[in-house]
């Protein structure tokens, strides 16, 4: 029996830009009818004329109709409430990184004092803008995030109003922390639904599924897939999809990030089939996100996906993606 997807969203994304944006951006947006863009380029997206040169740069790379690239502003503690004013209809949302803590984020924010934050964001609060957060610390490795969520409670409580978004969460300590704040979310990727630390480093050292953060421990995949898959009003998915060249991720320090753009409904069509949640799957890539984020309007798009094997190329242009060379169990068979 064939499945079908309405509106697919990919609520976090990576697109780059340049050649990587050409080999990329077509792939996105021929399955997806939006995704929200990161804007950790070099140097960062940060001003209005960014934004819009960026977005344009994207749809002329993306090659399928029906695909809106959601924009986003690099966090700084220094945009003030006229700026955010002046740019509100170009961005859906802005991302705040720690500074250091993953790809091109050194001119993040470090100490979190909540002072030195508050005329940002409460101006953010005021005009809706949705925040979205890389929450890791720079503690060890393996308790980055657990560590980072006393920062997100103490986010969510000075701005109740304001929407937060815990970007790929990968513990349960994240999970947890979703019902005790009206204003927490949370996006989910594909990977950290289906890998472990074990997967990355268990064995042979897999460069292709090295990312930030980086994949937890069973109980953590646990309980993520039990929120993903009831398709919990506050979780949506969000594919974290990162491209990196081949010789950056298997070379003497391999960059972080998984590419799984290509083969994400794919395999979350076969992920919720076996677990028998289908009907959860429509919410988890689409419904949810609408609701949360109510800024969007959304394109029209049908993906048709039936049980057949699908071997995933070895690459695409220079980028590895997850499960490469491997068969997957459903094909996207169309695509309206
Ligand atoms: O693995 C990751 N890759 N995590 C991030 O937070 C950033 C991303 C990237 O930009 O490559
Ligand atoms: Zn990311």
Redesign the pocket.
């Known amino acids: 029996m064939p499945i079908t997807i309405n509106n697919p969203l990919d609520m976090h994304l ?1 697109l780059r830009d340049a050649d990587m944006l050409k080999t990329v951006a077509p792939l996105s947006s021929e399955s997806f009818s939006g995704a929200i863009i ?1 804007p ?1 380029l070099v140097p960062p997206v940060s001003t209005k004329e960014d934004v819009i040169a960026y977005k344009k740069r994207i749809l002329n790379a993306s090659e399928h109709p029906n695909f809106t690239p959601y924009m986003t502003l690099f966090f700084k503690p220094t945009y003030s409430k006229e700026f955010l004013e002046s740019v509100k209809d170009e961005v859906t949302a802005i991302k705040l ?1 720690p500074a250091g ?5 050194e001119g993040g924010v470090s100490g979190f004092d909540v002072e030195e934050l508050r005329p940002t964001l409460e101006a953010m609060s005021e005009l809706n803008i949705p925040l979205c957060i ?1 929450g890791e610390t720079n503690g060890f490795v393996m308790d980055r995030e657990a560590e980072f969520v006393s920062i997100y409670e103490m986010l969510a409580t000075n701005f109740p109003n304001l929407k937060i978004i815990m ?2 969460i990968t513990t349960k300590a994240s999970v947890e922390a979703l019902d005790r704040f009206k204003n927490l979310y949370a996006t989910i990727t594909l990977h950290h639904l289906m890998i472990t630390l074990d997967d990355v480093a268990g064995g042979m050292l897999q460069p292709h599924l ?4 980086i994949a937890k421990r069973p109980e953590d995949r646990e309980a993520l897939r039990k929120v993903a898959l009831k398709a919990h009003p506050k979780v949506m998915f969000g594919s ?1 999809s ?3 060249p081949q010789h950056a991720k298997e070379s003497c320090g391999c ?4 590419f799984t753009a290509p083969i994400a409904l794919q395999v979350l069509t076969e992920l919720f089939m076996e677990h028998s949640n289908i009907e959860n799957l429509q919410a988890f890539v689409s419904e949810n996100a609408k609701r949360i984020y109510t800024n969007i309007e959304v394109p029209n798009k049908t993906i048709t996906l039936e049980k057949k094997p699908f071997t995933v190329p070895n690459s695409y242009g220079e980028v590895v993606p997850m499960y490469a060379g491997e068969t997957l169990n459903y094909t996207i068979t169309a695509i309206q």
């Not at 803590?101 to 984020?105: A, H, L, Q």
């Not at 090295?210 to 953060?213: G, L, R, V």
């Open positions: 990576h990161m950790n990184y803590i993953t790809t091109n984020s890389h970007e790929h090295f990312c930030k953060p974290d990162a491209p990196h960059a972080a990030g998984v």
